[in-house]
Structures are given as C-alpha cells and as structure tokens.
C-alpha cells in the first residue's frame, strides 16, 4: 500500500470506530423504536413476532388520562426547576462575582453534588424527607413547627428541591465563567458614567451574558427531561402520578406493564417534544437576535 | 500417633459404607451440582437463607442465591422465562404471577416429578400442607382459572405465604379502656380515636404508597366489607357500595394514620409501627416477628395480635410466594429435591424457627415453635378464614393492579371523588377484560 | 465600614453555599458509620458510637473474614464494585481514544462544518437514556445475538460457560457499547476545541520525519491536548459510573452494577438506613475523590461545553 494511499484512506479511519459504534447503539435502536412503536409488543416477543397495529399505540396515548397527567407533570417539573436554578445561579453569580481567595476551594465544593449519582442523591433526600427520622422533620420539631409531609403532600415540590441542589451549582459556575469573561472595558465605562450596580447588571452584564444563559438553560432543560433515578428513589412516581415523569412512565411502562410498543410511541412523543422544545429556543434566540440588531441599526440611523 | 491412624481408618470405613449405600441416597446423583435459585428480599426467605447452608451438608447439592426485591423479581423473572434457556433452576414467584407464568406455558407441571420414585420423598406427607394455600398458590387451571377446581392441576408449592392479622398496642389499648377490635366499624373507630387520646401517634399504619401497595390496601379491606373486583361473569363490580366503603375505610385509616402515611410501602409502616409511631398494624404475618426483636423494634411485649376484623364476613387475604421450577431450566431434578426439601415437615419447622411463615399444619401445632413465637395459634386459626378469592389472579391483574393502585392513591392524597374514581377503574378494567376476550363467551 | 458589612454578609452566603452543598453529603457519610437504632431513635449530632458494621455488611463478599453481625451475606456489594469499575473505565477508555480520533479527523480534515458537529451533538445529547430503553433492551436481547449452534457462538459457550444463545444483554461489552455511544458525541464535541488549538506546525514536522498519521496523532496530538482528555475523561467516567436505568435492563445477576444494587436495596421490607448510606457512600466515593483531584478540569469541561460551544 502506498504512503499516499494510507493519507487518502486515514480520514476514513480515524472515523471509521465512532461511525459504525453510533450506528449499531444510538441510529439503528433509534429506528428500532420508531418501527416497534406500530407494533403490539411483549418483552418476550422479537419485533418480528409482534403483531402490527399501526398508529393504535399513539392514539390510545393521545386519550390515555395517565399520560397527560405525566406529561403535565414532566412539563411542570422541567420548568420549575429550570427558571429557578436559573434565577438561583444567575443570582448568586452576578453577588460573587468579584475576586476572593478560595474561589477555586468553593468551586469544589459546589461541584460536588453533580458529581454524585442521582441514584445516592435521591437516597441522601430520602432520608431527609422521612416523616419521623428524617433531618427536615427533626429539624422543624426541635423548632416547634408541624411537621411536613414531604414525599405525600408535597411529593412534587420535594422532588424540584433535590433537583435544585444538584444543578444549580451548574449554572452558578457557568454564569460565573461568563461574567468574569466579560469585557472590563464596557464595565468601567459604565461605571465612570456612574451606572448603579443594578443598572450595570441589567442594561450590561445580563446582556452580555445572554449568549451563554441561553445556551445553559439549554442544556438544562435537555437535562431536565433526563431525570429519572432520583425521582425513582424518592417517590417511585407516587402518590398518585403526582410525581411521575415521562421518562420514569417509559420505564414503567415497558418493565411493569409490559408494553413494549406503548413505551416505544411514549418515548416518540417525548423526542418530538424535545425536538419541538430545542427547535423552539433556537427559533427564539434567532428572532431576538435579528431584533437586537434592527434594533440596534435604527439606533445607529437614528444618530 | 495412633489416634490419627485409627481416625484416618474410620474415616476410610466410613467412605466406603457410603460408596456402598450411594443408590440409596436419593441425592447422590446431584451432588456437587449448583441450583441457581430466585428469591425475594422478604423475612421468610431471610429465614431460608439461614437454613440453606444445612441442605448443602445434608445433600451435596450447591445453591447459588439470587435475591431481589419482589417486584423487581418478578420483572426479572418475565425477562428469564421468556428465554429459550433460563439461568434459574428454581424461582419464588409472587401470588398474582401465577396467572402469567402458567398461562404462558413456563412453568413445570409438579406432577411428573412426584411421579418419579427416584425423586418423590414418600414420607412428605402433602396432607399436611395448608390446603388453601396450595390450591392458590400452587393450583391453576380450576374455576375461573385461578381458583381450586377439578380441571387445576399443581404447578408450585406454597413457601412463604401469608395471611392477614391485626397487630395491635395492648398497652395503648387498656390504657385508654378500648377492646380489641372484632369488626370493622370498632376498627375504624379505634383507628380515629387513637390520635386524639395519644398525642403524636397514628391510629393504624397501612400501605398507601402509588401503585401495588394501594391497591393492596384497597383489596384488604373490600373482601372482608363483602365486595368484590369481579362478579361471576367478569364484570367489574368493583364500584358497587361495599368498594366504595372500602375505598372509605382506607381514606379513614390513612387521614387518621402516622405521619407521612400517604406515600408508606409495607415496610415504612411495619417501622412506623414497631417504632411506637402506630397503634395498630394490619398486614401479612410475614411482617410481625419483626415486631418481637428487640433489635429493630421498640415494642417488644407490648403487642397483641387478632385476626382480621370482620366486615359482613371473615375474609384475611392470602398471598404470599410459591416456588416452581420454570420450563426452561437446566437442572430441573436437582431444584425438585431443594423444593421437596424446604417445604418438607423437617424444612418447613427450621425455617418457621428462623422466623419464616409456615406452609404446614404440623408446623403451627409444634410445640417449640408456639413457645418461640407466641402468637402462632392465633395465625394457626386466622387461615381458617383465608380468601383465595380476594383478589383475582387473571393475566391481565397487572394492568388492572396498576390502575387501582394509581387511582388509590389519587383517592388518598387529592381528594378525588370516591365513587366517581372508582365508577373510572371499573370502565378502564371492562375495556381491558373485553380485549382480553373475557366477554367472548356471554 | 460599610463594605466591612459588605464583605461580612459575602462570606455568610459563600459559607450557607457550601454548607448547603455539602452537608447531605456529609450527612450521609456519618449516617454511614451510625447503628439503625442510633439512626432511627434520633440521638442526633455527634453524640453516637460509630462502627464500621454497615460497611461490614456491604462488602461482605469481599472480606476475608466473616462479620459476627452476620447470618448470611445477601448483599453482593464487592461483586458490583468489581462490575462497575470494569465498565466505567473499559467505557471511558474506549470513549476517548474512539472519540479523540474522531474529533481529530472532523477538525483535521474538514468532514463537516463545526455547526453540523454542534448541532447533531446536541441533538442526541437531547435523547434521554429512557427513550433508548425499550429498543436497547429488545436488540441487545433478541437481535445482538450469536447463536450458541454457531461458530463463535459454541466457542464462547464452551469457553465462559452460562446458557442459551450469547446475548449481548447480560455482560459487560452489551453495557459498555450503550455508554460508548452515549458518551461519543459529548466527548468528540468537547476534544474538537482542544485539537484546533494544536499547531499544525508540529504535525508536520512530525510527518516531515517520516511519521505516519497514526503516529502523529497518538505521538503528537494526544499529548498536547491532555487537559482536553482528563475533562473529557471525567465527564464519561462519571455517566458511566452513575448510570441506572440502561444498565439495570441490560445486567443480569452478574453482571449487576452498584447502581443497581441500592436501588434493589431499598426494598419494601426492610428499609436499613445505615447499610444503605454506607453503599451510597461507598459509590460516591471515586467521584468524590475526581471532583477533589480534578476539579479544574472538570470546569473546563463544563464550561467548554457551553461558553466555546
């Protein structure tokens, strides 16, 4: 074989493992799914066994009661959590954004719970939550407060809160390396204008930063419809379906039930959400950004 | 010196008797042999582990434990059966598993094995074992399907099965001039007037938890309040007044229950109480010499122990685990002797010793067992009105459990209407059944 | 004066900060060392007499000798360790060299433009490991399969033992290929912004002295985007370490991960707090100990994925 050869073909090899690995895990199962979504399928069938029945399984979801319920409760969950962390993280990169010592020691810390498995956080919150042996409950007995129910009452708050102190550290340390990246001069310039703190972080830091924002709320919004193990660990889904997110409805549809093919048109529908979602937000961030900028062009006729 | 000699010479005697007798020793053949078993985590098979150790000395034979938690068993067990071969020699099945795994053909039919000389123990004595847990656990194929019937044929062996018992505080109970509760109506009222009396503590502990655990509840309480899911033609009655006071029964005892009683399983209430938090406890057996361990719980002594209260009849849940051997095992001689052996007269006292639940008659009368576990004579006596029918084990019941047990739960924490929610799962269940082909026949 | 206030009241956020991050953890490390009736009665604080027996009871397979407390050991901690430390880091090994040579031919040789690369990968960064359940579990069950009459079949059934057609389900290579694919995009995305940072000057004197382009990659390249690869590494290893749902469908008995094993843990009939915060502890442990080591590349990674992204 020749050397030039070898230079020709390399490209192709140095592609070649992650190509064939994506197709055979990622592309063909997605394709899998969507084929096996038609079909009437029990675990212990092959596809080619099971019986197709066209678009039943996506109509019997489209009535199900229990999958809109899920579906409310996935859409409330990721929205809870995002804007909070977001305004959390945001909040608290924009008060800490100013040189300390230690500031490398507290990242550590902070980035310590997304390190540890959901499975350990939802452990560690179970206990929290107990209703007799658990911290909160001690805690708001010792004060003489009633007690809590947390994982009954308040199954979905409870929930939002262990979320929270996982992710938020996330977007703490991302708007941070944004704001710290910011251009000084733009800053100072607003300062010797004599801009208050709030003014500076509203008309200059917080635009400044939208481009990463956007792009973290992103990726935790993705993330969001991601969660599964801690809300397992903590509720199960219960009580009622107060808890039950779509991707721990998949799961229990196709392990509990048995219903392959419902759980295969189930998680259709949350890919296209997903898709709907992502398509959504770039769409928006065009537009604003298209704005910004007639915006700014009629600003600059104008003077 | 000369010790070791004759020991070395024993020993050699010894070998040879057995080399001799080798035939006779129905174990022989197997030894050395390893019976991958499926167990749940559960007290009984607790017990079992600890008497698993003495059939390897006596037999030779190995057993490999996989233990699961039992629902998660028995996705596994889905997954195991359905292949062309299976990894387990010998599983443990929860009741309402029987209707699948029978009905899809993947279970062995226990009647060739007890028709083998080499393998049937002749003094096993099945007339000893508990009659109605035989015909609904290890029984399928007679009336309705499920029940007992001349067309059932034995397809497990009840290990680990339960019944339904009141576990109650005497102390509280005297302190405060209340009787032990007989009928449901004393039940519900106990069940109330506890938290006002004792500050702090819940009336009765029960499970709630979304899905299984509430449905399981539910099912508790409507045998003995006289309903029913199904009437004789399939169809859902489960909406009729005595399920509609079920469902009340239940509300009541879990708005007058522990703390957080909405989301407990079976073994947040058993802690609840035997951690003082619950005056009263109605459950499976299984849960109560729990009670009795000073180790894990605070109120030793002070527990009393009734039959299930009756509603407009007696009627205590039966449920529990059976072992089978599935089709597709590879050593399936070798798990029939484990299984004749645990549930033999011998097996079945060493596990009810360990704090196991007995399957045998001769086991509740054992005179050791009664001084160990007192209250052994009142469960001997609550199987009198074991209710095979209390809940049906169809193929379908998994779909349906789910349903009770989600709308349940809704009923428990969001105040849903009690009649419409269940006006609701008797429509979804009648669509499920006609699918089925229930309604093929009418 | 007034930002002596002001500093004061800063430090009191960043210490309720930490202390709020921090102290689930630290709750479940001294849980870890309590007896269930310590736990359970409620003494709380410090005031407690701790004891190692629940992680004797976790990693009694494991040990050389036998815990008093115990009767029998159910819990196979030890077994699962093993399990999940072969398959995050067979995973994370396979993800990075895979993924570096991948991200170098995008960035070298101009396959596609970095905005289709970014935006497919944030397209399957969107697919939640749930929707890859039901089609995960019916292909690595039913369809990646070696008939156990065939060739390699036969031969891996006689070699390893164990029954029925060689599936991919149920070993480690069916868990670690999910997690390679998962974790490909990720880390190709990532390594792309540390290779076009390499000068190309050096690839070519490198070729220039007659090496071949495997070797300049994995002679020349790799070593210059160290840093690039440990953030990467941590973020695989971490998913790979912490996952549950595709691995409980694809394990079998043996095969089981630590994941896997708390959350059977928690089963209905005996909630034991100590042992099992003694095996979530146990868990987090290797992340703990990345997050201590490492923690500036694991902010470079985080940050890459976004802020350069």
Redesign the interface.
């Known amino acids: 074989m020749s050397i030039a050869r070898v230079n020709r073909l390399s490209p192709y090899m140095f592609m070649a493992p992650a190509v064939v690995i994506m197709a055979i895990a990622l592309i063909y199962p997605l394709g899998y799914m969507i084929w096996g979504s038609f079909r009437d399928w029990a675990?212990?069938q092959t596809i080619g066994e099971a019986e197709f029945v066209g678009l039943k399984n996506y109509i019997t979801l489209w009535n199900d009661p229990?999958f809109h319920e899920s579906l409310t409760v996935t859409l409330k969950f990721a929205f809870f959590v995002v804007s909070i962390e977001m305004v959390i993280g945001v909040g608290l990169a924009l008060l800490l954004d100013r040189d300390i010592r230690g500031m490398s020691m507290l990242r550590t810390m902070l980035i310590l719970p997304m390190m540890i498995a959901p499975v350990v956080v939802g452990l560690m919150w179970r206990y929290m939550y107990?209703?007799?042996v658990g911290t909160f409950?001690r805690t708001l007995d010792s004060l003489g407060l009633p007690?809590v129910?947390?994982?009954?009452?308040h199954?979905l708050m409870s929930v939002i809160i262990a979320d929270i102190w996982q992710w938020t550290p996330f977007i703490f340390i991302l708007s941070l390396a944004a704001l710290q990246s910011l251009p000084r001069s733009a800053l100072e310039a607003a300062r010797i204008d004599g801009a208050t703190a709030w003014q500076q972080i509203i008309y200059i830091k917080l635009p400044l930063m939208m481009p990463v924002l956007i792009v973290t709320c992103l990726l935790r919004l993705i993330d969001a419809f991601k969660v599964l193990e801690v809300i397992l660990v903590l509720?199960?889904?219960?009580?009622?379906?107060?808890t039950e997110i779509l991707a721990l409805r998949i799961s229990r549809t196709a392990?509990?039930?048995?219903e392959l093919g419902v759980a295969a048109a189930m998680s259709n529908y949350l890919l296209l959400l997903l898709m709907l979602l992502t398509v959504g937000m770039f769409a928006f961030t065009r537009w604003q950004e298209a704005r910004a900028a007639r915006i700014r062009a009629l600003a600059e006729e104008d003077s | 010196m000369l010790k070791s000699l004759r020991d070395i010479s024993v020993a050699g005697v010894a070998a040879t008797l057995l080399a001799g007798t080798a035939l006779a020793n129905p174990y022989a053949e197997y030894e050395g042999t390893t019976v991958i078993v499926n167990f749940p985590?559960?007290?009984h098979y607790?017990a079992v582990?600890?008497v698993?150790?003495e059939f390897t000395k006596e037999t030779g034979i190995e057993v490999e434990?996989?233990?699961?938690?039992?629902?998660?068993m028995r996705?596994r067990q889905?997954?195991e059966?359905?292949?062309?071969?299976?990894?387990y020699d010998l599983i443990s099945y929860v009741v309402f598993s029987k209707a699948d795994y029978v009905f899809?053909d993947q279970l062995e039919n226990l009647a060739k094995f007890f028709m083998n000389p080499k393998l049937a123990d002749p003094s096993y004595d099945a007339d000893d074992l508990i009659d109605g847990y035989v015909q609904n656990i290890g029984v399928a194929g007679g009336t309705k399907g499920y029940l007992p019937g001349p067309t059932g044929s034995l397809f497990g062996i009840p290990f680990g099965s339960e019944t339904s018992v009141l576990a109650y505080r005497k102390d509280i109970f005297e302190k405060h001039g209340i009787a032990e509760p007989e009928t449901y109506a004393q039940l519900l009222d106990a069940a109330c007037k506890i938290p006002e009396l004792e500050p702090g503590m819940g009336g009765m502990a029960s499970r709630?938890?979304?899905?299984h655990?509430a449905s399981h509840a539910f099912l508790l309480h409507l045998a003995p309040l006289g309903g029913r899911v199904f009437d004789d033609k399939w169809n859902p009655i489960i909406n009729n007044a005595a399920g509609v006071e079920a469902a009340n029964a239940l509300k009541t005892i879990v708005d007058c229950g522990?703390?957080?009683?909405?989301?407990f399983?079976?073994?947040?209430a058993?802690?609840?109480f035997a951690?003082g938090?619950a005056a009263m406890f109605m459950d499976s057996i299984?849960?109560m010499p729990g009670f009795e361990n000073p180790?894990?719980s605070k109120v030793v002594g002070k527990v009393g122990y009734a039959m299930h209260p009756e509603g407009v009849r007696r009627g205590s849940q039966t449920g529990g685990f059976g072992i089978a051997i599935p089709k597709n095992a590879?050593n399936k001689e070798a798990a029939f002797l484990l299984m004749q052996w645990l549930t033999s007269k011998k097996g079945d006292l060493m596990v009810a010793m360990e704090g196991g639940n007995p399957s045998r008659f001769s086991t509740y009368q054992d005179a050791g067992l009664n001084e160990k576990y007192p209250f052994s004579a009142t469960f001997g006596e609550a199987l009198k009105y074991a209710d095979p029918d209390w809940r049906p084990i169809i193929p379908v019941w998994?779909?349906i459990n789910?349903d009770i047990g989600?709308t349940m739960?809704?009923v428990?924490?969001?105040d849903l209407d009690i009649q419409q929610a269940l006006d609701g799962v008797a429509e979804r269940t009648r669509a499920v059944m006609d699918e089925a082909g229930y309604y093929t026949w009418q | 004066m007034q930002t002596q206030r002001g500093n004061a009241a800063f430090y009191a956020v960043i210490c309720v900060m930490v202390f709020m991050s921090i102290g689930p953890v630290l709750l479940m490390l001294v849980n870890s060392f309590k007896l269930?009736?310590d736990i359970?009665s409620g003494t709380s604080g410090l005031l407690f007499l701790p004891t190692i027996q629940n992680y004797e009871t976790a990693l009694c397979d494991v040990l050389w000798y036998e815990p008093e407390h115990l009767?029998?050991c159910?819990l196979k901690f030890g077994g699962a360790f093993v399990n999940s430390i072969i398959i995050a880091l067979v995973s994370t090994i396979l993800t990075l060299v895979i993924g570096s040579m991948a991200a170098y031919a995008l960035v070298r040789f101009r396959f596609m433009g970095r905005d289709t690369v970014s935006i497919s990968t944030l397209m399957v960064r969107m697919v939640p490991p749930a929707v890859l359940l039901v089609p995960v579990f019916g292909l690595w069950?039913n369809e990646f399969c070696l008939d156990r009459d065939g060739l390699i079949g036969g031969l891996i059934r006689d070699t390893f033992g164990g029954?029925?057609?060689v599936c991919l389900a149920g070993t480690h290579s069916g868990i670690i290929l999910i997690y390679v694919a998962m974790n490909l995009p990720f880390v190709i995305w990532i390594l792309q912004s540390f290779i076009v940072q390499v000068p190309r000057s050096l690839e070519e004197a490198a070729r220039v002295d007659g090496a071949g382009p495997f070797q300049v990659f994995f002679l020349v390249v790799l070593p210059l985007i160290k840093p690039g690869l440990a953030a990467a590494a941590i973020f695989t290893f971490r998913i790979a370490w912490n996952e549950y749902l595709l691995a409980s469908a694809l394990s079998?008995?043996n095969t089981k991960t630590v994941p896997i094993l708390i959350v059977?843990n928690?089963?209905?009939?005996?909630?034991e707090w100590g042992v099992i915060m003694a095996t979530g502890m146990l868990l987090a442990i290797p992340p703990i100990i990345f997050t201590l080591l490492a923690s500036r590349q694991i902010i470079t990674g985080m940050t890459a994925g976004a802020v350069k992204g």
């Open positions: 675990p212990s229990n107990h209703p007799t409950n007690r129910d947390w994982l009954g009452d199954a509720t199960e889904g219960g009580p009622g379906l107060s392990t509990e039930f048995r | 985590a559960h007290p607790d582990m600890r698993l150790p434990v996989d233990q699961l938690p039992y629902l998660k996705e889905t997954l059966l359905a292949q062309e071969e299976g990894e899809a709630a938890a979304s899905g655990q522990p703390e957080g009683a909405m989301s399983g079976p073994s947040e058993a802690n609840a951690n938090d299984a849960f180790d894990r590879e998994g779909k789910a989600t739960s809704k428990l924490t969001e | 269930d009736v359970i009767d029998f159910s069950n029954r029925g057609d079998d008995r059977n928690m089963s209905e009939f005996n909630v």
